[in-house]
């Protein structure tokens, strides 16, 4: 075809088949990926490759050695397959195996991927060598090396008992290192880290603690302690090192004279051993090793061949001195050497008896010498020791004297031998332990006791006694004395309190009192002296008075009366006066005497005067007078008209007598007098309230009624007080700030749970009642009803009275519709 247009077709010879072209996979790695691929850890590894195939090809990626990552994520299509890792570390290093297969044929392709990283784990740490202060380790380099060459290690240590590391050695260039200043006998962890380039690597870390010990060293000095016909007793001393470990036992060896066979005989925990079934008359050498976990130590060999005789000695004491002294606080070391064969048993005594060892007080005992050992020393460590050996030879004992030089104990037998006004003396006793040496001195400090400080006296007092001036009359004092020696004060012994006052007491109460005189103005009181003047004479007399009706006495003179009797004038007229008088002399006021009976303040009445003798005969006289001008009564009225009288401002509680006289004209008339009438109130306090119950209850109230008091008193109720009371409790308490006026009354601000009971009392003007009789205890909760019929149920009766109501309003209306 062109411009012109289309030209003649031409035919195509023979038949054309439509069929799929076949092509085997075919792989086409870019040059990038024909080279090692490097990537930065934390980085994206993406590997795109091309593929070609009919049909498509089926794409597997792999890792050689290994799996590829789970974070791998892979895409295929019919041109190109990639995969993908994001976040790249130091696992994902490795060749990546591409493989892409069809029904014509496979084809495979590997791409080399390194990751730049810090190295993975050193490999197979072990722990070759561990001596007593030192560890020796190994390792081989890690399987990744993080892309780049290992620079060096970390070693690092951990002691069992910490969570940290620490490091050792920060730069080693080698497959292995030696850890040296180890504590010994400890256990420790040890890790190796590998550098590169990119940073530190993972750690590897032993798997159990490595004890840092070895072997012991051989034992110390070897004794032959004891020898007989048959055997001998081997000790020895402990090795200069354990090698860190605990030594658990030693083996004992020996060898006959002329023998080149050495031959275990024994073994022992302990120090020393006894080697029985040996030849007597016969010579032997014998050597001793330490064992402990880490192996056997070199022997220690006993430097002169043994004999086997009979060597029996009796005990022999070695003592130098048997006095010993020591400052207390201080450790104290008895050695007490000896001889014997066999070795001897060794007993200790304190002052007569077995001595008792303790954490401090410690016994150790060779074949050679007993050793007491008293740490930190006290005066209870002083006293006589006895120290005693026996063996089969014969027994011998010495005394050793041990003195602790201290403080002190406290002065004893402390007294206040004489009291006055403004001295004291006290006498004491030396101390019944001085510390081990002489008293030098005591203190003496004294204290008023209304408070806590303590004032020197006198710090050099060389006596066991002083006398102690200037003190206040009638404070109270204490004393404390400590006695000093050349090591210290000992602690205070305190007396009693003692008040300074004269030696004397005040004196006793006067006797014999009473109101000699009394008028409507003036009272004169006496009395007798006291039965006792408390040893020092009277200076004179204070004298008080109150009214009958008031409980406050006032005195009534400003200076001490010398004389027994007294003039009171300040007295009111109608009143009951009652009076007291105590005694006083340099001791101080001494108790007041019994009130007088009381008196009342009105004048007597005045004698009756112009008495004449008339009608004078030989068997009879006749007398007149005149009536006294003053009969002691009061007058409250004199121009009275009605027949009664309101007599007012009487005092309560006396008792009056009362008379009238009628006046005319002519004069006034005869007196009519009452009988004895005393003031007082006509009614009292009403009786209990009676039948308290509570007649509702809730969780948080109640209601109480109650019934009225059988009697108001002869005054009206004026109202009721309530009070409650838990069932636990003890106290009643009001709960009504206002009295109530009705019979009953509701208790609120109760506690669920709790049972009450209450009590009424009733008021009128006299006061409050007795209290009721208590209420029965009520729980206070909510009340309980039975349950309501189900609601279906409810419904169903319900509607059944409705048709029912309904029926019978149609039959109603029907029945009136019929008449109508």
């Known amino acids: 075809m062109n411009a012109a247009g289309v030209g003649d077709h031409v035919d195509l010879p023979g038949s054309v088949v439509a069929a799929e072209k076949l092509e085997a996979p075919e792989i086409e790695l870019d040059s990038t990926l024909r080279k090692i691929v490097s990537v930065r850890a934390c980085s994206t590894l993406r590997l795109r490759v091309t593929i070609r195939g009919r049909p498509e090809p089926e794409v597997k990626w792999s890792k050689e050695g290994g799996t590829v ?112 200043n180890l504590q010994e006998g400890s256990f420790y962890y040890f890790r190796v880290l590998a550098v590169n380039e990119f940073g530190t690597g993972l750690p590897v870390e032993t798997t159990e603690a490595v004890k840092v010990s070895e072997a012991p060293l051989p034992p110390g000095k070897i004794t032959l302690s004891e020898v007989t016909c048959n055997s001998a007793r081997l000790s020895w001393e402990k090795p200069d090192n354990d090698g860190g470990s605990k030594i658990t036992r030693y083996i004992i060896e020996m060898q006959a004279n002329g023998d080149d066979t050495w031959t275990m005989c024994s073994e022992s925990k302990a120090l020393e051993a006894t080697i029985n079934g040996l030849a007597k008359g016969k010579e032997y050498f014998f050597r001793v090793s330490a064992v402990n976990e880490k192996g056997k130590s070199e022997p220690k060999f006993l430097l002169a061949p043994v004999t086997v005789k009979d060597t029996s000695v009796e005990p022999i004491i070695n003592l130098l001195s048997n006095a ?143 006398k102690i001036s200037r003190l206040t009359q009638g404070t109270e004092y204490q004393f404390r004395i400590a006695a000093e020696n050349r090591y210290g004060k000992s602690h205070f012994v305190e007396s009693e309190p003692v008040v300074a006052q004269y030696p004397f007491k005040p004196p006793g109460p006067p006797t014999n009192l009473c109101v000699v005189s009394a008028s409507k103005s003036v009272m004169v009181v006496a009395w007798s002296k006291p039965d006792s003047d408390g040893g020092s004479p009277i200076i004179g007399y204070h004298i008080e008075c109150k009214d009958q009706s008031s409980i406050l006495w006032t005195k009534l003179n400003r200076n001490p009366v010398t004389d027994i009797q007294f003039k009171v004038t300040s007295v009111e007229e109608g009143l009951m006066y009652e009076f007291r008088v105590c005694a006083e002399n340099m001791a101080g006021v001494g108790p007041c005497s019994k009130p007088s009976e009381p008196v009342a303040a009105r004048d007597q009445c005045d004698p009756p005067y112009n008495l004449t003798v008339t009608n004078i005969s030989n068997s009879s006289v006749s007398l007149s007078w005149d009536k006294p001008e003053y009969d002691a009564w009061t007058l409250v009225y004199d121009d009275m008209m009605a027949t009664t009288c309101k007599i007012t401002k009487l005092l309560k509680g006396n008792e009056y007598l009362f008379r009238v006289r009628a006046v005319n004209k002519y004069g006034e008339g005869e007196t009519l007098e009452s009988e004895p009438i005393k003031a007082m109130d006509p009614f009292t306090i009403p009786s209990a309230p009676t039948d308290v119950e509570v007649t509702s209850a809730t969780s948080e109230a109640m209601t109480i009624c109650w019934k009225r008091p059988a009697s108001d008193g002869g005054s009206r109720i004026s109202g009721y007080i309530i009070e409650k009371r838990e069932k636990q409790g003890v106290r009643w308490v009001r709960f009504n700030k206002k009295p109530v006026y009705d019979l009953r009354v509701k208790a609120s601000g109760l506690h669920e749970g709790c049972e009450y009971e209450f009590r009424v009392f009733a008021e009128n003007a006299a006061g409050l009642s007795e209290p009721s009789l208590p209420s029965p205890l009520t729980l206070a909760e909510d009340p309980k009803f039975l349950p309501c019929p189900p609601l279906q149920f409810c419904r169903y009766i319900t509607y059944r009275i409705f048709l029912k109501c309904l029926y019978q309003v149609c039959l109603l209306i029907s029945h009136i519709n019929d008449r109508f």
């Not at 080399?112 to 001596?131: C, G, H, M, Q």
């Not at 008792?356 to 060779?366: A, F, G, M, Q, W």
């Not at 002083?382 to 002065?411: C, D, M, Q, W």
């Not at 006793?429 to 001195?441: A, D, K, V």
Request: net charge negative.
């Open 324 to 466: 010993f002294s020591v400052k207390a606080g201080n450790d104290l070391k008895i050695d007490v050497p000896f001889k014997g064969v066999p070795p001897p048993i060794v007993a200790w005594k304190k002052d007569g008896n077995l001595l008792k060892e303790t954490s401090r007080v410690n016994v150790h005992t060779s074949d050679a010498s007993s050793q007491i050992i008293i740490k930190d020393a006290s005066r209870i460590d002083v006293g006589v020791y006895e120290v005693t050996l026996t063996n089969l030879t014969g027994t011998t004992s010495a005394e050793i004297f041990v003195n602790v030089f201290e403080r002190p104990g406290p002065p004893s037998d402390l007294s206040v031998a004489e009291v006055s006004a403004d001295f004291m003396s006290l006498l004491w006793q030396p101390p019944h332990y001085t510390g081990g040496c002489q008293i030098s001195n005591y203190v003496v400090e004294k204290r008023d006791t209304g408070s806590t400080i303590w004032q020197n006296v006198s710090a050099t007092v060389a006596r066991t006694s002083i």
């Open 69 to 180: 990552s789970e974070r791998a994520l892979i895409e295929a299509t019919s041109s190109y397959t990639e995969l993908l890792i994001e976040n790249v570390n130091r696992n994902d290093t490795g060749k990546y195996v591409l493989m892409a297969e069809n029904c014509n044929g496979s084809k495979s392709a590997f791409i080399n991927v390194r990751v730049l990283d810090s190295p993975s784990a050193p490999t197979n740490l072990e722990v070759n060598d561990a001596k007593r202060n030192s560890v020796s380790i190994s390792w081989e380099a890690p399987l990744i090396d993080g892309g780049a060459k290992i620079l060096h290690y970390i070693i690092e240590k951990r002691e069992e008992a910490r969570k940290a590391f620490t490091s050792v050695c920060s730069n080693c260039v080698r497959n292995s290192y030696k850890i040296d």
